[in-house]
């Protein structure tokens, strides 16, 4: 596979329609060829250049969605304030010769009456589900959207967001989308940060703090192999945060790798999630145990 | 089109799984047909025939699904006792040269761990959605389910249940889920009741009062031509049911053809909505104006 139609190195086609979109795919389907698609909200980083090249081993021709979706940020988020740096992503996704973006209009996706919610129960309960009251609804819409606008074989989502990526696995088999779902691993700057559209806006010195989220959730995470009191590391985590500088700790949980219930054995895959805020930004990264 | 597979009036192919229908219709798609979905709760009669017939003149392959949707029942509701007549429903398709059935298991649909929904808001606030809570919840999953199992060209949904029908072309927009969507006019008995898989519990003498709903409907209708009291049409046409034996009346209600609200113009395009209850059973009708 990945004999990619865009070997030069030049743009990619640019679909800012469903039309359009369908258009491109219909033609790449009459050659034979396997399709991905990699959604993404723009401001783009090397945790998507990471799914992307996942994606392109995996497909012969490889979409990147870029839409900041609006339904998924509460009324008091930063939606406004969203970066939609479009012509450096476009030329990063040049780079990596990515055949196509689709780069739809907010009214174009959402015209006047639209009025259809995707949800899911359960995984969506807690954690930042509970935080972020409609946000899953709002991610479990989008993506079902763009599934369907595009058909792809394959689509890919970060482990960053573990519990969108469950939500999307769960959607895409409740509602029969003939898609496969791959995920990949959390891309880190050098000291440890996750890497996220939203650190640009940390202060300097909010920033030189921020790897504590990482370094606190390895060091429990170390602990949790001998000590299986998983409340009490918990609580620690909670201390070891707010001591490093955070001001708030939405959650520093084990849950269990596929549903998400609190972790409460050795013996289960799990791992250990956490969200906090450093100079009023909210943080979230999670490690597997 | 329409020259049917089928041409010899046997058996449909049929499908009781996702995977033998996705096969069946990767078939068909490989010899260039078009395919067209009927979804049915089975206990099949003339109305779902009508819709068809529609059918096959749209495209060169029919499937009808049939599958009694627990989710769209409310507890109190007749789950257990919907008739599931299978043996005569497959005649009755191998009657009329359809292609193939599809008719799964419940487990099937919603295997344990199942929870996601597809909610419409706006069209189902009122009538059978306030009436019956969650029955549009369960409509608009199941239909989404069954468009994505069976990725049809062209699906067919009668005016019966014309509220369904505007929420389920509202949902297939919002979701772009790419399908054509038809609808057929009500079939209707000699003495004008809408033909309806429930009218087989009507007692003798209930099924001799029942039409009394169509026919209000009509006269009722008729008078709007120059009464534009919509309101108090309704009344009288309440009294007019309660007087010809209906024990209650759940609407009976002027309200636009495409948005559903109440009707307050003479110049919209609009119809009349009814659901009454006699003999513990609940009939619903609606007539064009």
Known sequence: MSTSANGTGTAPLLARSVRDLREIIAQWRKDGASVGLVPTMGALHQGHMALVRVMQEKVDRTIVSIFVNPKQFGVDE????YPRPLEDDLAQLASVKVDAAFVPEAEMIYPAGFSTIVSVSGLTNFMCGKERPGHFEGVATIVTKLLLQALPDAAIFGEKDYQQLLIIRQLVSDLDIPVEIYSAPI????????????????SASDRRLAPALYATLQSIAKDAVENFNYRSLESRGIEALLEAGFEDVDYFEFRDAETLELALRSDQAKRLFAAAFIGGKRLIDNVAL
Chains 1, 2 share one sequence.
């Open 78 to 81: 930063d939606l406004d304030d």
């Open 187 to 202: 891309e880190r700057e050098s000291d440890g940060l996750a890497i996220s559209s939203r650190n640009r806006y940390l």
